[in-house]
């Protein structure tokens, strides 16, 4: 009796939360999460039934992230385009770092610098698109960029969450157990995609074609289901294989019949879930870490609006006010946060994250919503605080690669080749990814039978000859691809002014050295929780950045100049491609409403 009222009360406080957060035009999130904190057993105590509260967010984690596998897909993925890649890996790496680092000197120990790190980098989907909706800017040109951006980062943020679910105690924090932990996570979700999918994708066609729409809702269900406890029994997060069956799903002809199918389960449950997560907040926590909260608020709004509105303006079409709003569009914090923070709680990391997580989601989904509206204000600022010369700066580098976009929609032929050998090292890097993570893997747990077979000879050089075989293959064919892709790139630079070869190789060096330096940059925190290095290897950081500045620099400094010296041309050549990319734009809006309407 008392678990059924207390069932009714989740569902009562739920639809009041809701209606609260309409009536003061707020997503619908905040208020549940809100009135869950307000109702939950640390404050008035009118839910306390911690298992009822576990199976919400359990069965709500997983509807949402099923939900997240329906609408990904990789071929979309892989459509669109290296700048919205470019554009989510360099927000993605600016906000870890800096949330990353603020919480080492906050004097956190670096596994919790990691989750923090890693939680508030990503940002939230459904926030984001409600707002904007409640606000009226639902149509504007930046969201298709913006929601490209928010898929990439779900992606992470379903890594990130099976990574993190595999580790459950302290022990689990040895450099020799987080290896192990990540090479499995990558290996159960690459095997989990390319084998399941094809298994299942055509049994669920086969069932699906003498099926009626009630058969197609317990078909989504019971595979989410039934994916869900295969994660689990392989010691991940149960959402994590509602994502997987979602994907498959998601690869089917007719998805869209079983997003509509299952649709009203997941608007309920997702509710629950975010209730229910509110349920576990605590004020106590939020109020003992107001200075945390304030300054790790402070930083992520700081470092998603830098990174987003430089990254959109610099490698997009956009104007200087569609940066900046795209900077404020992007600053709260997701539900993947949630979810991560919520994995923590059997670690003992001595912090609360799930209620500073919490506190964070609130601050940032409230300054997004006010912000947005004043975004012109806010570009008026911006542009009077940023020095003349950064601004031309920025500006002529936009249009610089502009015109190289430009340059590789011209030329098909050399683009298609550049996809083939990416594709070539992609496939090249997974079949020695998966040669290392099978002999870590026996060696790691079947070293003693190895040992006592070694001792032969014989056998040992056969071993010693397979190895080799099966690593020096791929590794070639990576570097004769890498090494072909990144020549073949060069070509994009010096094919537009002919005369100023020596400049542009020089601007494409110091931009792979940007890129390089930048993805060891984001790497390194990991080498700190894998081998507990001194505190004084940070500085090793110090030293990268400078080599990263020095670049930006160089390369600023000569795209300055080649831009000045054929500024007609550059600016001609940039009209050109926003006209392209606005009618590739309409074109894609058109064939998914046409798609929708199917």
Sequence with gaps: MAFSAELGLILLFSILGGVLAVRFRQPSVLGLILIGAIVGPYNLGFIKDASLIHTSIEIGAILLLFTVGIEFSLQHLL????????????????????????????GFDFVTSLYLGVILSITSTVIVIKILDQKGMSKREELPLLIAVLIIEDIFGVFALTFFSGLNTRVDLSPLNLFTRLVISLALMALSYIVLRRILSRLISWLVKYSTEDTITFTSLGLCGGMSYLALLLNLSPSVGAFLAGNIVASLPNSKAFEKAIHPFILTFTSLFFFSIGTI????????????????????????????????????NFTGRHAVFSGVAMLSVGEFSLLIAKEAGSLNLGIDLVSITAAVIFLSSIAMSVLIGHYGRIYDFTLSIVPGRVREDMKLTSKYLNNIS???????????????????????????FFVFVSGFLIWRYF?????????????????????????????????????????????????????????EKKIFRSIALISLFFLVLVIFPAFFVFFKLNPLYNLFILLILVIITANMFRSSNLIHGIAKRHEANINKLSVKYRKLLRNKMKLKESQNAETDKH
């Design 281 to 316: 907040v605590n004020f106590s926590a939020i109020t003992g870490s107001a200075y945390i909260i304030i300054i790790l608020f402070l930083v992520n709004i700081l470092a998603k609006f830098l990174s987003i509105g430089f990254g959109s303006y610099i490698f997009t």
């Design 79 to 106: 459509n669109l385009g290296l700048r919205v890649l470019i554009i989510a890996v360099l927000k993605l790496g600016i906000v870890f770092l800096l949330s990353y680092y603020t919480s080492f000197l906050l």
């Design 447 to 503: 070293n003693g039978i190895f040992m006592d077979i070694l001792k032969s000879q014989v056998i040992l050089y056969v071993i010693i000859i397979s190895i080799a075989i099966a690593v020096i293959f791929p590794a070639f064919k990576i570097a004769t691809k890498a090494y072909d892709m990144f020549r073949d790139s060069l070509l994009f630079f010096v094919s537009i002014y002919p005369k100023e070869m020596p400049n």
């Design 406 to 432: 430009w340059a590789m929609i011209k030329d098909r032929v050399s683009a298609q080749k550049i996809a083939r050998e990416w594709k070539s090292v992609l496939n090249s890097v997974t079949v020695l």
